[in-house]
């Protein structure tokens, strides 16, 4: 496969950034529980200090904010990261669906077919394989059908040289030849 390099993330924006806030908002489902949890926790250990030494509840409130505070910033940390992280992995997607879409719109002013390739490391790479090999089968068929063609000229041209009783077995052989390319 041919080596070149991503010139825009975004091939597909409306899809790729879907998945990505699909993707971050179950991250945000299932992480929002820990600080809510820690935030819970905090307090019960609160109101259980504070019936023995109501001069440590205020040190622990104070830990309580900072704790929640870096557990909010590793939160908004975590999710960026998903973020880009989804981005990335959802334009080994969008890029190669790009990139058949683009040669097959550009296929009909082709006068000699280029491969179909992928990127490395592309999903779906599969594709351009099969494409190209199934493509190929096409234009064998349609180099044979060419074959067959100028089979029929020659022929005619010996028919037409020929005697009678030549030229009528000819004609058989020529309308089966015929028959083969339908």
């Known amino acids: 496969m041919k080596d070149y390099k991503r010139k825009n993330y975004l091939i597909n924006p409306r899809f790729q950034i879907k998945v990505s806030i699909y993707l971050i908002l179950c991250v945000v489902v299932c992480t929002i529980v820990y600080p809510i949890g820690i935030w819970q926790l905090f307090y019960l250990f609160a109101q259980a200090i504070s019936e023995y030494d109501p001069a440590k509840m205020q040190i622990l409130e104070e830990q309580k904010v900072e704790i929640f505070t870096l557990l909010s910033l590793w939160v908004i940390g975590t ?11 959802s334009h080994r997607i969008a890029g190669p669906l790009h990139k058949l879409k683009e040669y097959l719109k550009d296929l009909p002013n082709q006068k000699i077919v280029p491969k179909l390739i992928f990127r490395q490391g592309d ?9 190209n090999k199934s493509f190929g089968e096409i234009q064998s068929l349609s180099n044979l059908s060419g074959a067959v063609d100028e089979v029929i000229v020659q ?19 020529i309308e089966k030849i015929k028959m083969l390319k339908k």
Do not use: H, P, R
Request: charged share 20%; aromatic share 12%; proline share 0%.
């Open 79 to 89: 999710l960026s990261l998903a973020f880009v992280v989804c981005i990335f992995i």
């Open 123 to 131: 999903y779906f790479s599969e594709i351009a394989d099969i494409w």
């Open 155 to 173: 022929l005619e041209e010996i028919k037409t040289k020929s005697g009678n009783e030549v030229a009528g077995q000819l004609q058989i052989v």
